[in-house]
């Protein structure tokens, strides 16, 4: 089993910016990918960001390129989710999740954070 836990959320004036981090523990691999989720209220959770194992190779939302980063630290089993220029349409919890393979299917990942809530205000 591996536990995810969110950390970093809170309340912004758009523009502005949030460092999402997710720490993991138990049974970890550094050989995962790990990505972050959103879900607004009263809307399906899309992807938001993907990372591969060695932190090489990362891929993003159309929503979110060129203003939020990841990446990762695998000697802290921690990711990250750099989101700067941060927009009202942003306002979502933020999930992250771990899994064996390279997709943006959540269904395809085995573990998941319990979410941390982001709010940006106009």
């Known amino acids: 089993q591996v536990q995810l836990v969110e950390s970093g959320g809170g309340l912004v004036q758009a523009g502005g910016s949030l460092r999402l981090s997710c720490a993991a523990s138990?049974?970890?691999?550094?050989?995962?990918?790990m990505a972050w989720f959103r879900q607004a209220p009263g809307k399906e959770r899309e992807f938001v960001a993907i990372i591969n194992w060695s932190g090489t190779t990362n891929d993003y939302a159309d929503s979110v390129k060129g203003r939020f980063t990841i990446s990762r630290d695998n000697a802290k089993n921690t990711v990250y989710l750099q989101m700067n220029n941060l927009k009202p349409e942003d306002t979502a919890v933020y999930s992250c999740a771990a899994g064996p393979m390279w997709t943006m299917n959540a269904a395809r990942f085995d573990y998941w954070g319990q979410g941390t809530q982001v709010t940006v205000s106009s």
């Open positions: 138990g049974r970890t691999s550094s050989k995962g990918v």
